[in-house]
Structures are given as C-alpha cells and as structure tokens.
C-alpha cells in the first residue's frame, strides 16, 4: 500500500490528545515518535485496544517494536489486524488477550496461537486451506468463512459456542469433538460426507446449498437443535429423524416428492417449496396444522 491508515478507536476520550480520534495518514509512522514515549496516557490506552485497519503491519511493527513492542502489551484486551494484507501471522504472546480479528487478509495457514484466554478469533475472508488443532482452550467464537477450506477434522475445542465455516469448499467433516457448540453454520460448500462428531448441544445447524443426497446421521439425534436448513441439496427422501425441539425446518429447493410422519412437536416453521412433492404429500403436510407452512 502506498500510504498508512491507522484508526484510533475513540476509548477512554477524557484520557487521550484530541488528535487522538482523528484519522492519520502517512507513508512512515512511528507511533512512539508522534505520541511521545514517556506518554502514560496513550499507552494505557494502546494496552487494552488496537485497531490498525488499511495499515501496512511490517511498518506498524516496527513503529513499535523500537520502544514498546507488541509483546510487551500483557493487558491488550482486542487485537485488530483486519484489512493488512498479512500472509503471515506476527508471533503473539498475549495471555489477557480476548478478541483477536485477521479477517481480509491474505493467511494461507495458522500458527499454533499461545492465546489461553482467547475467546473470540476472526479468520473470515482470507486464503486457509486446513486448519491446526487449535489449542485455544477457552474459545467461544471461531468465523472461518469465506477462504478455501477443503475439510475439517481433529477440531478439540472445549467451549466453543459458535464456528461459521460457510463460503468454504468442504466436501468432508470428521473427528470434531465440541460439547458446547450451539451454532454451526456450514452453506455454501461442497460437503458429501461425515464422521465422529460430537455436537449434543448444537441448536442451529445450517446445510443449504452443499450436495448432500441424505441427512447426516447426526442431525438427525440432536436434542437441544431449534433450526435446520437444508435447503439447495440433493436430497430425494427425508428419513424419520429425533428432534423434539426443532422450531424451524427448511427443505426447499430439492428433489423430494414424500414427507414422512413428522414427529416434531414444537415446529412452527416447515419450508417445502421447489420440490416435487405429491399432492397426497401436500396434503398430509397441511395436516399438520404448523403456523407457517411454505410449498
């Protein structure tokens, strides 16, 4: 890039330079050198949130490196590396750290991350083909969407709440133990197959647009899930499947021509539409007295 654009988020105002909240423009910045060293002010604020977007990261690290290098920032809360062009990830050793951003950039792999408090991690919109068993034991938050990913497995992650792995080009899954994973979100991808996943509290579960020519056996066993889409597949038949509080149920755009006995007390919401349903089908599914039904 031909100039810098550093953004200072507008934290703790009463404690920074007004200029603080302005936007600066440079070809070579030294942060240390424009705010002062010795200013105690800045560097309290520098220690809990940086936002460096459209900034070229080897002149930041350097900027910084000089007097009070990004290591050195133990209390750092968020870390935004967003908009960088990286293609490598700087070596980061921040135990306070709790939201960490890389998406729009150029990655092509991760590093093992020495990050245990890390809660929330930001990759969308780079250039990953495979993903590291991350060892990043109290991580909720994992957006991996929009890169190049062409299977997952040996994923560990103890806490996580919510992985977003849409806009990849999947066609496996396997060997992922997340007990807590409440939201998976896995459209537009190629999948077709899947093994050993251990997701018991998964309550939204998002398929549409892949290839799959069946439901995977393990959505179909998922008590806590409240949403299911697989809508834009290739489904035929639909099996009789468990899910005693599914509220919301998407299959449209498929190749289905029969429903099963539905045994869902709590759905409210059936979409049906772009099949090729039968009408004693159709009229089954009316049946059903669901609030709102889509053929």
């Known amino acids: ?24 423009y440079s070809k070579n910045i030294n942060l240390f050198e424009f705010f002062g060293e010795d200013n105690p002010n800045f560097k309290n604020y520098l220690e809990k949130v940086i936002d460096c977007s459209f900034l070229s990261t080897e002149k930041w690290l350097k900027g910084l490196d000089k007097n009070y290098t990004i290591q ?3 209390n750092l809360q968020e ?4 908009y960088n062009e990286l293609t490598s990830i700087p ?9 960490l951003s890389l998406s729009y950039n150029e990655l092509t792999s991760i590093p093992d991350l020495n990050l245990p408090n890390l809660k929330r991690l930001d990759l969308y919109t780079n250039q990953l083909t495979s993903i590291p068993n991350l060892n990043l034991p109290n991580l909720e938050y994992l ?14 992650l103890p806490n996580l709440e919510y992985l977003d792995l849409s ?16 939201r998976l979100d896995l459209f537009h991808n190629q999948l077709t197959s899947f093994s050993n996943l251990n997701l018991p509290n998964l309550q939204r579960l998002c398929f549409w647009n892949n290839q799959l ?16 889409s697989l809508s834009n597949n290739k ?16 299959f449209s755009y498929n190749q289905l021509t029969s429903i099963p006995n539905l045994n869902l007390p709590n759905l409210k919401q059936l979409f049906l539409y772009n099949n090729q349903l039968t009408e004693q089908s159709k009229e089954y599914i009316k049946s059903l007295n669901i609030k709102s039904l889509y053929l």
């Open 213 to 228: 020519t069946f439901i995977p056996e393990f959505a179909l066993n998922l008590p806590n899930l409240e949403y299911l």
């Open 91 to 99: 070596d980061l050793n921040l135990p306070n750290l709790r939201i």
């Open 72 to 74: 050195q920032l133990k």
């Open 167 to 182: 806009h990849n080009q999947l066609t496996s899954f396997q060997n992922l133990n997340l007990p807590n994973l409440k």
């Open 79 to 82: 870390l935004s590396l967003s």
């Open 143 to 156: 957006d991996l969407s929009q890169n190049q990913l062409t299977s997952l497995q040996n994923f560990n």
């Open 1 to 24: 890039m031909n100039s810098l654009f550093l953004k200072i988020k507008n934290y703790q105002k009463m404690l920074l330079p007004e200029f603080c909240e302005e936007l600066f």
């Open 235 to 250: 489904l035929t038949s639909i099996p009789n499947f468990n899910l005693p509080n599914l509220k919301i149920l998407s």
